[in-house]
């Protein structure tokens, strides 16, 4: 069975397969969770990712993890809250898809950050049930993926996800 951790913490500096970040559509990088992943792997993201012609809201590409204690970066595009009316349904689907690359690259740990709760405006109250409740259903099918970590930034956040988690049993 699939174990999920909840930690407060930095998404770069996670010793999993993959971490998960949370980009935007050009995969060229930008601020937030973004940015310190670009830091942290170094150039050769980058340039890894200009070869990927961007990637559409709700998918999601990967690349090698560079210089991250992680093998390999998963970039997801979740939707714009105010931007997208189909938010809900995107935002599940960045999270499948992620998932989906995970098992087709043979990861089983992976670690994903609150995806679009940040510069993208999702209410954590919203998103939280999304991710874990899309992750849980994804795994339940899934058991070769041994180990998914949520990763939070606040306080808040963390009791969020906690509430998912709480209701998932
Ligand atoms: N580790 C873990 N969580 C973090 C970190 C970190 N280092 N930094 C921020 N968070 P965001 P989005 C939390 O804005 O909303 C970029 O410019 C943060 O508190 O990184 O999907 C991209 O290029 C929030 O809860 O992602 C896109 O243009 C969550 O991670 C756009 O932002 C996500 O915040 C994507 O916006």
């Known amino acids: 069975m ?15 397969d993959a971490i998960v970040n949370a980009a935007n559509s050009s995969l060229l990088g930008g601020g937030g969770v973004d940015g310190a992943i670009h830091e942290a792997a170094g150039p050769e993201l980058l340039a890894a990712c200009e070869l990927l012609d961007g990637c559409e809201t709700g998918a999601a590409k990967i690349t090698p993890g560079f210089q991250l204690k ?18 809900a349904e995107l935002l599940a689907s960045a999270y499948r ?13 992976i670690a994903f950050p609150a995806i679009s709760t940040g510069i993208y405006g999702y209410p954590l109250d919203e998103a939280a049930p999304i991710a874990v409740g899309t992750v ?4 339940r099918e899934h058991p070769a993926i041994e180990l998914v970590r ?7 956040a963390e009791q969020r996800y906690q509430d998912a988690l709480n209701n998932l049993h």
């Open 150 to 156: 949520f990763v939070v930034w606040s306080a808040d």
């Open 136 to 139: 849980s259903a994804y795994v």
């Open 97 to 109: 898809r992620s998932l989906e690359l995970a098992t087709a690259h043979g990861i089983t740990s």
């Open 70 to 87: 992680a093998r390999y970066v998963i970039h997801a595009v979740g939707p714009g809250y105010y931007s997208e009316p189909r938010h």
């Open 2 to 16: 699939t174990r999920f951790e909840l930690v407060r913490g930095n998404i770069v500096e996670q010793d999993v």
